[in-house]
């Protein structure tokens, strides 16, 4: 029994609001997958106000490692696992649930979770080559994952003022497959996070 929560007793306080972050997109893809099944748009909304709670562990874990001056390898692939689970998935999954399901939106909605997944993997491979002598990373090469937190505001919205489903704002377009046009904030969303020219200064 003890070799089964060996790493577990690894486990330094940031990770554990790391995991945090992972719970709550947890939640919120259940809460998307909730709304299918009863159609309850008070499912999505409890969804969605995962997200900014995530947020809030994501932002916490980093704070709390710096401050017990406990970071780690491990608590860094954490921390992008569960933003490719929160700012990612999580994001799209809401989105489909809200109503943006034609073929093209699939692809659209898996090319931005992609465009995440790459974005945390170029993150942790050049973090030592973009820190500064005191080891801190100054800037971000494209728009941080937890800019999508932007998209589940505006989901939230539309949900608000009942524009989800075949009330989706811009309508939809058959091109073959059915695109939703507002799916294309996912796209560009997706885009300025592998964008190499795009530099933010790291907070």
């Not at 969804?47 to 970071?71: N, Q, T, V």
């Not at 954490?78 to 034609?102: E, K, N, R």
Request: glycine share 10%; charged share 15%.
């Amino acid at each position: 029994m003890k070799r089964h929560f060996s790493m577990i007793r690894e486990f330094h306080l940031a990770d554990w609001f790391t995991l945090a972050n992972a719970f709550c997109g947890t939640g919120a893809i259940f809460a998307a997958m909730r709304f299918l099944q009863g159609g309850h748009p008070s499912d999505l909304l409890r969804g969605m106000a995962l997200i900014p709670l995530a947020f809030l562990f994501d932002a916490l874990d980093g704070r709390i490692a710096r401050w017990r001056h406990k970071s780690s390898i491990l608590g860094r692939e954490l921390d992008s696992l569960a933003d490719v689970i929160s700012f990612g998935v999580a994001p799209a999954a809401l989105a489909y649930a809200c109503g943006m399901q034609g073929g093209w939106d699939w692809v659209v909605l898996s090319y931005f979770v992609c465009c995440g997944v790459s974005r945390l993997a170029r993150y942790n491979v050049t973090a030592a080559s973009l820190s500064g002598d005191d080891g801190k990373v100054r800037y971000f090469e494209g728009t941080p994952i937890p800019t999508s937190l932007v998209l589940v505001v505006v989901l939230a919205f539309a949900i608000w003022h009942e524009r989800i489903g075949d009330s989706l704002w811009f309508g939809v377009l058959d091109l073959g497959w059915q695109l939703h046009p507002l799916v294309l904030m996912f796209a560009l969303s997706g885009s300025l996070m592998i964008s190499k020219t795009l530099h933010i200064p790291k907070p």
